[in-house]
Structures are given as structure tokens and as C-alpha cells.
């Protein structure tokens, strides 16, 4: 089905290990981002790319890294984890606007990450 | 800067009746857009309703509606005939322009769906 792939569903990690969350989409989006979802804190925006090569921070960009090599794919890595980082992260995408309205994001399934 | 207040952590309404979701926000940006996302148990953010800032006519889908009070700065949502499957997160949402696409989310509304 077409749309927004995340992996892992699920993952632990310990403080101070690394690792990357994975993001697809087979949609031709130009736009891809990273939100993450906290209790009582809504979505807050990580990291953004608006095309293959170009990538900018979010409102909360620390201890997270990007690349967008590919129109298709859109990792989060995350350094070295640390406990303020368990939450629920949340891959999107969007035709970037060319004239035509602006319809919202499709999100991806979510990956819930707990740093222990 | 753009930002959204949802004053209501968490609502319940009874089986077939109806229910509304609060929602205001503030913008400079004279054209912008408003967007209510459900959040299930599932964690899957589903788009429920757009409204397009210019457009004065309020967004209906089935049995969702907007009330669109541009003055104001007000976007509630209106559930009708609510269904057990309604239960979820709700979070009301802006995009007022900018290069970096970004939506601005609410805290978000806790909906229960009592039988």
C-alpha cells in the first residue's frame, strides 16, 4: 500500500547507544519530517527536509541527526540516547506546495522508543 | 509564529449523541490552514478535516463539521451521532505558510465514547 513506512514499532535502547529510526515513503513527496509525540506536549517538529540533499532543523533538533539522500527515504538518528528521548516518533510527508493547496501530512505508523 | 490552544484535556460524550472539540490558534498570516488529526489507540494519526483559511463555507465530512470562526481565531469540531470507533486523541492543527512546511499541533483533546 502506498504511503509512509516506520521502522521499528517499538524499540529499547540503553543510555548512551545509537541507533536509527527508518522512514519510506512511495508517494514522490518532496517533504519529510520527523515529529515527536510527548504527553501533554502535542507533536513537536525535529527535523525537516523539503528534497533529496536538503535538510533543516526543527524546534527541537538536539541529540538528532538527518539525511535525505533519496526522494524516498528519511532517517532519525538518534547520537547517543538519552532518557529524554523516550517518546513517540513520528515519520511525515507532504507534496511541497507548487500552486495547489496545502492538504496535510500522511503520517507514518510511529515508532514508540523507551531509553533506559 | 503560529500556535494552537485546545482547552479541553479530555471530553466524553454518550453513544449517538453529540460532542465538540474546542480549538483556537493565532497567526499573522492572513491565509493559512486548519486541520483536525485522530489519534486511535492504534497511534495512527488519521486526517479527519481541513479547512482552508479563505474559505468562508465551513468543512463537513460525513458526520464531522468545522465551526470556522476566522474573527475569532476559533476551529471546533463537531461530532455527530458518536460511534464507540470515535474514541481517540483529537489534535487541532495550523499551517500558516513558510518554507519549512511545519504544522503546529495542540496539546490534544482525550475523547471517550461511553456506550
Known amino acids: 500500500n502506498a504511503g509512509v513506512t516506520q521502522t521499528p514499532k517499538f524499540q529499547v535502547l540503553k543510555t548512551g547507544q545509537s541507533m536509527t529510526l527508518q522512514c519510506a515513503q512511495d508517494m514522490n513527496h518532496e517533504y519529510m519530517s520527523w515529529y515527536r509525540q510527548d504527553p501533554g506536549m502535542g507533536l513537536r517538529l525535529i527535523h525537516y527536509?523539503?528534497?533529496?540533499?536538503?535538510?533543516d532543523q526543527g524546534e527541537v533538533p538536539n541529540g538528532y541527526n538527518v539525511s535525505r539522500s533519496t526522494t524516498e527515504d528519511f532517517p532519525l538518528r538518534l547520537l547517543s540516547a538519552a532518557p529524554s528521548q523516550t517518546s513517540v516518533y513520528f515519520c511525515a510527508s507532504s507534496p511541497t506546495l507548487s500552486g495547489t493547496p496545502f492538504r496535510g501530512y500522511t503520517f507514518g505508523s510511529g515508532t514508540r522508543l523507551t531509553v533506559v | 509564529a503560529q500556535t494552537v490552544t485546545q482547552s479541553q484535556p479530555e471530553m466524553s460524550v454518550q453513544e449517538a449523541e453529540t460532542v465538540t472539540l474546542s480549538c483556537t490558534y493565532d497567526?499573522?498570516?492572513?491565509?493559512?490552514?486548519l486541520f483536525w488529526y485522530k489519534q486511535p489507540p492504534s497511534r495512527q494519526m488519521i486526517l479527519v478535516i481541513r479547512q482552508e483559511a479563505y474559505k468562508q463555507q465551513n468543512a463537513t465530512e460525513n458526520r464531522f463539521s468545522v465551526n470556522f470562526q476566522k474573527a475569532a481565531k476559533s476551529f471546533s469540531l463537531k461530532i455527530s451521532d458518536s460511534q464507540l470507533g470515535d474514541a481517540a486523541m483529537y489534535f487541532c492543527?495550523?499551517?500558516?505558510?513558510?518554507?519549512?512546511?511545519?504544522?503546529?499541533f495542540g496539546k490534544g483533546t482525550l475523547l471517550t465514547v461511553n456506550p
Open positions: 492543527a495550523i499551517y500558516s505558510g513558510g518554507s519549512n512546511y511545519k504544522l503546529t
Open positions: 527536509s523539503v528534497g533529496a540533499g536538503i535538510t
Open positions: 497567526t499573522s498570516e492572513s491565509d493559512y490552514y
